[in-house]
C-alpha cells in the first residue's frame, strides 16, 4: 500500500474517535500540518469526511453510506435478519449475527433485547474474538492448520476469570464446539452476560456466519439462557435452509 494511501486512511480510524483539528490529524500522522491537510482535503472531496463550523473533521455521510450499503448487501444478513427479529420477539433477548473476515470476527446485524438492560456491542464492531461465541463457531470451521495458526497470533486477554487463558485452551475449546455445533460465552468477556450461539451453513457446509443470543445475568440465568439452545439452533438451521437453498448437514 502507497504511503499516501496508508496515512489518508490512517485518518478515519482518528476520526471515527471524535472530531479532530489539522493539528491532531498531523500529530497521529506524525506529518507536516500541509501534508495532512491534503490528506483531509482528497477525503473531504469523496464525502469521507466532512470540515465543520470550528474548523475540526469528522467522518462524512458518505462514509456511512458506504459502510451501509456493503452490509446491506450481505446476502446472509439479508436473508438471516428476518429469522432474528423473530426469535427476538420469542426470547427477547438481544440476538446478533456475525462474519469472519480478515482475521477479525464482525457484528453485521443486531436485534436488541426488549428488557433496559441492553449490550454495549454495536454492527461493524469486531468482537472479542478468543471469548465471544460467534467467534468459536466462525474459528471452529477452519482446517486445524488454518485454527492452530489463528489462536497462536492471538492476545489472550483476560477480560474476567472465565476468559479463555492460552492458545492451547483455545485450540481445545475450539475442537469441542466443532464436534457439538453450538457455542456459549459464560462471563468470558463480562462477567455478568452469557450468550449461546450456532452456525450458519452454506450450500458446502462450511460456515458462513454465526447468530447467538445474549443476555444478563440479571434478566435470566446462564441455566435459563443455555435452555433456549434448542431454539437458536433451530432458527440457525432455518437460516442455513434459507441461504443454501437445503437442509444443512
Not at 446485524?109 to 469486531?126: F, L, N, Q, T
Not at 461465541?133 to 477452519?142: F, G, T
Request: with cysteine.
Amino acid at each position: 500500500m502507497s504511503q499516501t494511501v496508508d496515512r489518508a486512511l490512517s485518518i478515519l480510524p482518528l476520526l471515527a474517535e471524535g472530531p479532530a483539528d489539522l493539528g491532531q490529524v498531523a500529530e497521529r500522522l506524525d506529518v507536516h500540518k500541509s501534508t495532512a491537510l491534503r490528506l483531509l482535503r482528497t477525503l473531504h472531496e469523496h464525502g469521507l469526511v466532512y470540515r465543520q463550523s470550528d474548523q475540526r473533521y469528522r467522518l462524512g455521510a458518505r462514509l456511512f453510506a458506504l459502510a451501509q450499503e456493503a452490509v446491506e448487501n450481505l446476502d446472509v444478513r439479508e436473508i438471516a435478519h428476518p429469522h432474528l427479529v423473530e426469535l427476538n420477539e420469542r426470547v427477547g433477548h438481544t440476538v446478533h449475527l456475525a462474519v469472519y473476515e480478515e482475521n477479525e470476527v464482525l457484528y453485521i446485524d443486531k436485534v436488541e433485547s426488549r428488557y433496559p438492560v441492553r449490550m454495549y456491542s454495536r454492527i461493524g464492531k469486531p468482537v472479542a474474538i478468543t471469548v465471544a461465541a460467534v467467534a468459536k463457531l466462525l474459528l471452529a470451521d477452519l482446517s486445524e492448520p488454518e485454527r492452530r495458526a489463528v489462536a497462536e497470533k492471538l492476545d489472550y486477554p483476560m477480560y474476567t476469570a472465565r476468559s479463555t487463558p492460552s492458545a492451547a485452551a483455545f485450540l481445545k475449546e475450539l475442537a469441542t464446539v466443532r464436534e457439538q455445533g453450538w457455542a456459549t460465552d459464560l462471563g468470558g468477556h463480562e462477567e455478568s452476560i452469557n450468550c449461546v450461539g450456532a452456525p450458519i451453513r452454506g450450500a458446502d457446509g462450511r460456515v458462513v456466519a454465526a447468530m447467538s443470543v445474549s443476555a444478563p445475568n440479571v434478566v435470566v440465568t446462564a441455566e435459563e439462557l443455555l435452555s433456549l439452545l434448542p431454539l437458536v439452533r433451530r432458527t440457525a438451521e432455518a437460516v442455513s435452509r434459507e441461504y443454501s437453498g437445503h437442509t444443512p448437514t
